[in-house]
């Protein structure tokens, strides 16, 4: 019972996180690909760490839950990069299939940069 | 049961893997390329998780702890580096 | 006084949880440890804390995160679905959410949330912390998209980190 439960869990992961690839691989712009990988490959990732946890903790020595702090710090740290890199391909003007926002606040953008 | 859930999972991650680095070969810009690696490492995570489980080892979790910051302080940098020039501020 | 010697006491919490995951054992020699770690470390890095979190109803936060994460699991399926029918269905679009948040933290908490939930992905803050760019998946009416946003989530995390006194 619980071998199915971790078996489904492990499927379930490898898909999202190729999906999450495939994402990143067939999507149109820069800023549509960069959907994939910060959802779908995190939630895969936690997914395949909760069913080590699950593994872990029956068939090893005790309950095992040290997966569960690589899972906290990716699901803190996959938003701040994809923030980071949005931010910065609005600085470098990436093309992008929606209208971009007006030049003026990538401008003031600009203009804090420098002033930080 | 678990055996073959392992190799469908591997096949996947590994195709993951293969995309992933498609798109670090071709681009077309810098953020493109710093996103394919982000999604690289996150990928080598679940390599390494998956490694752990089927040869039940805990250690591999270590690894993929250190993966996880690095990997994260790297695309910081990275895109730190785009942003202004310049790492150290 | 007590502020001088336990600066940040949630840190303290929280620095204290993170060693026992970390070394994956509950034995009372490492709660020590951690709990030794989890008071030096705010006290000697005090400079790079300036603001004290105040979080004004802690229970309210434990449902904004089960909301959450539920979104996220919903979330995926959807953005899977997208990513798996191709670029026909997408149709990417950026929106303004204007702030009323003034916390850096809870605004970095709800930049974080628009990000891991439906299609949508926090783009640039304006230097003035008042426009949030969010880039949308897939956006039919952006401005029901930016009430979805302001309602679901901004206005939990105002009732939580800065109520009305």
């Known amino acids: ?116 | 049961m678990l055996s073959i859930a392992l190799i469908i999972a591997f096949t996947l991650v590994c195709a993951a893997l293969i995309l992933s680095l498609w798109r670090l070969l071709v681009g077309p810009d810098h953020p493109d390329r710093i996103l394919a690696l982000d999604t690289l490492y996150v990928n080598t995570i679940a390599l390494l998780v998956l490694l752990g489980i089927l040869l039940g080892s805990a250690l591999y979790f270590e690894a993929a702890l250190l993966i996880a910051m690095m990997g994260f302080v790297g695309t910081v940098a990275l895109c730190k580096y785009l942003l202004r020039g310049d790492i150290i501020e | 006084m007590l502020h001088r010697l336990l600066p940040h006491p949630l840190l303290t919490v929280t620095l204290a949880l993170t060693w026992l995951l970390l070394v994956n054992s509950l034995t009372p020699g490492q709660a020590l440890i951690g709990l030794i770690l989890g008071w030096a470390i705010p006290v000697f890095t005090r400079r790079f804390w300036p603001e004290r979190v105040r979080i004004a109803r802690p229970w309210w936060l434990v449902f904004f995160l089960i909301k959450v994460l539920w979104d996220i699991l919903v979330a995926n399926v959807a953005v899977a679905v997208l990513i798996v029918g191709g670029q026909r269905f997408a149709r990417p679009a950026f929106v303004a959410v204007p702030l009323e948040l003034r916390t850096e933290l809870a605004i970095g908490i709800l930049a974080n949330t628009i990000s891991l939930t439906p299609g949508t992905v926090s783009a640039w803050l304006s230097p003035d912390r008042k426009l949030l760019m969010v880039h949308g998946l897939r956006v039919n009416d952006p401005d029901a998209l930016v009430q979805e946003i302001k309602t679901r989530y901004e206005r939990p995390l105002v009732d939580i980190f800065e109520p009305p006194c």
């Open chain 1, 1 to 116: 019972m619980l071998e199915i439960a971790i078996s489904v869990l492990i499927i379930i992961g490898a898909a999202f996180t190729f999906i999450g690839s495939l994402g990143l691989a067939r999507l149109g712009d820069f800023y549509t690909r960069l959907h994939g990988p910060t959802k779908a490959t995190t939630l895969g990732v936690g997914a395949l760490l909760i069913a080590s946890v699950i593994h872990f903790s029956t068939t090893g020595q005790g309950v095992s839950l040290h997966e569960v702090l690589v899972t906290i710090f990716l699901f803190i740290t996959a938003p701040v990069s994809a923030h980071l890199l949005a931010k910065t391909a609005l600085h470098l003007r990436v093309g992008s299939l929606a209208p971009t926002p007006p030049r003026a606040e990538a401008a003031a953008a600009a203009k804090a940069q420098r002033d930080d």
